[in-house]
């Protein structure tokens, strides 16, 4: 399958700071594509560059045959583009912020009537259409958001942190609408610091930290970056510094990390580890609340290459 999405070398600097470091990928056509990272890895900046909103200061990006630095007005007309922060009108009706947007990409008539009806089963939301913006809740208005980013029936589609600060019920929708999206013959570039989302959606990964792509692949590729590692998670009654370094000094731990009162171990030997992991906590007077052992995730990756959680 042909390359849809082509990255070389894509970079940009704001004065002193280096927001993206020469990030190079490709996606290929009709595939779910996860850019993973932390708050300020630079994917927001990612997808500003890649949608033409801002220019690189090197490298360039290919879509659809169209460079983002030499024909942008080619590139926005196969792309979609779902921003982080919602951007629709709140005195205006659901119907009337995608007719808006509907015809700022061409649609008229009946083909835009259609088009809009079609948005509107898509985000679930057909018998809210005539509802002003402003009185929807926070979920409501991010699948409008992509709504409005789809009316067109774009080639690609950039979602940059879609289900920020939404509830369960709207984010499984979100989920299941890129799903759907993508089974349509749509390419989708994803955002997100939620692992557990490019876990379950996307064919490939890049994580980003720092403006540089630190590792990418599928799942089972990154995976592989801690091959033959196990993952313990100790849940604790409260976790000292002191419990964490005691941990750390454990033969066969080769990372250890605490969020809030959860301590996390990668090792590839935990069946050996979890007898002296439970004395140590318990020498420290540590009180276990709960313990599991899983396959490595994401998280475990990035913790793993960086030597931090993906959510500091």
């Not at 500003?48 to 007309?77: F, N, Q, R």
């Not at 509830?167 to 890129?178: A, F």
Request: glycine letters at 10%; hydrophobic letters at 40%.
């Amino acid at each position: 399958m042909s390359d849809i999405v082509q990255v070389h070398g894509l970079g940009k600097k704001f004065g002193d700071l280096v927001a993206v470091d020469g990030v190079t990928f490709d996606i290929s056509e009709g595939e779910i594509f996860g850019l993973l990272g932390p708050n300020g890895a630079g994917k927001t900046t990612m997808i500003s560059m890649l949608s033409c909103l801002i220019s690189p200061t090197e490298g360039d990006a290919i879509i659809d045959g169209h460079s983002i630095s030499h024909d942008a007005a080619a590139v926005k007309a196969v792309l979609g583009v779902v921003p982080q922060e919602v951007a629709l009108y709140p005195t205006l009706s659901a119907r009337e912020n995608l007719a808006f947007w509907g015809r700022m990409y061409g649609l008229r008539g009946n083909t835009l009537s259609a088009a809009i009806d079609d948005a509107l089963d898509l985000a679930g939301l057909a018998d809210r259409a005539h509802d002003r913006v402003e009185r929807y809740s926070g979920g409501m208005k991010r699948r409008i958001n992509i709504a409005a980013g789809v009316l067109h029936h774009p080639r690609v589609l950039l979602m940059d942190e879609p289900t920020v600060g939404i509830d369960p019920q709207s984010r499984n929708h979100i989920l299941e609408t890129v799903k759907s999206l993508n089974a349509q013959g749509m390419t989708v570039l994803y955002t997100s610091h939620y692992m557990e989302e490019v876990e379950y959606l996307c064919d490939r990964i890049a994580i980003m930290d720092h403006g540089r792509v630190i590792a990418m692949g599928t799942l089972d590729d990154l995976r592989d970056v801690v091959g033959g590692m196990d993952v313990i998670e100790v849940r604790l009654a409260e976790a000292s510094d002191a419990v964490i370094e005691r941990v750390a000094g454990i033969e066969g731990v080769k990372r250890v990390d605490r969020v809030d009162d959860t301590v996390q171990v990668l090792t590839p030997s935990s069946g050996s580890l979890l007898g002296e992991l439970v004395v140590t906590l318990e020498s420290e007077g540590a009180h276990v609340t709960s313990l599991s052992v899983t396959e490595p995730d994401l998280e475990s990756v990035f913790l793993h290459l960086t030597g931090k959680s993906l959510r500091d």
